[in-house]
């Protein structure tokens, strides 16, 4: 049985240009499934899944987004359609594979489609935005943008050719095949940052010897939504969050915040987790010029010409203890949380530049006057970095993995 790539556009203003994509899919041997969100003129051709069905399940009205004069509350509708749509498609083992072309309307639309699916389902997104800053719409998924060169407008002796390649792309995405593992292990998501390198090379290798295979997520915002991500859509086993810095970033406003709500994924997948505050000594800025005014005065570290921080004072990094418990607070299965009393990062240890027991004391003691009963809360003299406190965090995660 042939394998089906869903394309997803607007029929009505790119319809000439989505049939040529799918004949050349169609023409490798592979299934197409059509699914069009224009809302405008008439579609080109008859897809399968019309755009009626698609912002039906957005909550749309149709007869209301497709008068003109709501065009921001039709992009959302066709939007959250689409994902219901794709996902349902997917769910019914009719979408191997996903492909969309379009300017930023189309470019929001179809990749709020492709974040709905889970990571190694194969997404192309040929786009006029592929050749910026593309984060907002790839999220953490594994989203392919192809540059559209020019726009997705007609026929020219440069958009056939790219129009092609992209048919070939994801033709070849959908048809490769990952080798088997020799063996699959259970996998375990590790938080890291430049600061705790020392702790969690450790604990990698520690859990490795034990059988475990670890994904090591670096704490830069984006990784952190990666790593929650992977819980949230049930490929992690279990979590070891040594890094918890982004939270420091949520509070101070810096560059790598991953949202209030880091951490809880983990909670809500109700899989093992042990909680560090990890590098909560630090939020990140780039370059020493971008440091809002209001941090001025504090004590900055340049850690590279294109990265400063900024050490987190008491009330900061009370107010980081406060989340860190919240977030242990809504776990549904097992959770600990280890508290380094050495120093939270390289930087926070005797003698260095973030040393400084007081602020780290305002997280401590914060999380332990929130935290509810029964969650077991572990003191360890040593600084995060320190091969004990490895391998006391490992030795605690699996027992909670024993125990679940």
Not at 157 to 183: K, L, T
Not at 241 to 262: K, M, N, Q, Y
């Amino acid at each position: 049985m042939a394998k089906t790539v869903v394309i997803a556009g607007a029929l009505d203003t790119k319809g000439r240009e989505f049939a040529y994509v799918r004949d050349l899919i169609r023409d490798a041997g592979l299934d197409t499934l059509v699914v069009d969100f224009g809302v405008m003129g008439e579609p080109a051709f008859v897809p399968e899944i019309r755009r009626e069905e698609v912002a039906a399940a957005g909550g749309g009205d149709f007869a209301r987004l497709r008068s003109g004069e709501h065009k921001d509350e039709a992009m959302q509708a066709m939007a959250r359609g689409l994902a219901v749509v794709g996902r349902r498609l997917h769910d019914e083992g009719r979408l191997d594979g996903i492909i969309s072309m379009g300017g930023s309307g189309g470019t929001s639309i179809a990749t709020t489609a492709m974040r709905a699916l889970p990571v190694g389902v194969p997404k192309l997104m040929v786009s006029t935005m592929a050749g910026g800053d593309v984060s907002a719409f790839a999220g953490t998924k594994d989203i392919t943008f192809m540059p559209s060169i020019v726009d997705v407008a007609g026929f020219n002796r440069i958009s056939r050719r790219i129009y092609a390649n992209a048919a070939g792309a994801i033709v070849g995405m959908v048809r490769a095949e990952a080798p088997a593992a020799v063996e699959e292990k259970p996998l375990i998501a590790a938080s890291m940052f430049g600061n705790t390198t020392a702790a969690v090379d450790h604990a990698r290798e520690l859990l490795e010897a034990k059988g475990y295979e670890v994904l090591v997520f670096h704490a830069t915002g984006t990784g952190g939504r990666t790593m929650e991500g992977l819980v949230a859509d049930g490929f992690i086993t279990a979590s070891l969050d040594l890094t918890t810095t982004e939270l420091a970033d949520e509070v101070c406003g810096g560059i790598l915040s991953a949202g209030p709500e880091r951490c809880l994924a983990a909670s809500r997948a109700g899989i093992p987790a042990v909680l560090v505050p990890g590098c909560v000594d630090m939020a990140n800025f780039g370059g020493i010029e971008t440091v809002p005014e209001r941090y001025r005065g504090r004590l900055l570290y340049q850690w590279n010409p294109n990265v400063t921080l900024l050490r987190t004072n008491v009330e900061e990094n009370r107010r980081i203890g406060e989340l860190l418990a919240a977030a242990a607070n809504a776990a549904t299965g097992p959770v600990a949380i280890l508290l380094p009393l050495g120093g939270v990062s390289m930087l926070d240890s005797v003698g260095h530049e973030f040393w400084d027991p007081d602020a780290d004391r305002a997280c401590f003691e914060a999380i332990k006057a929130h935290l509810r009963p029964g969650i077991p809360v572990i003191e360890m003299a040593e600084n995060i970095n320190a091969p004990a406190f490895a391998e006391r965090a490992v030795a605690t995660l699996l027992k909670m993995l024993r125990s679940a």
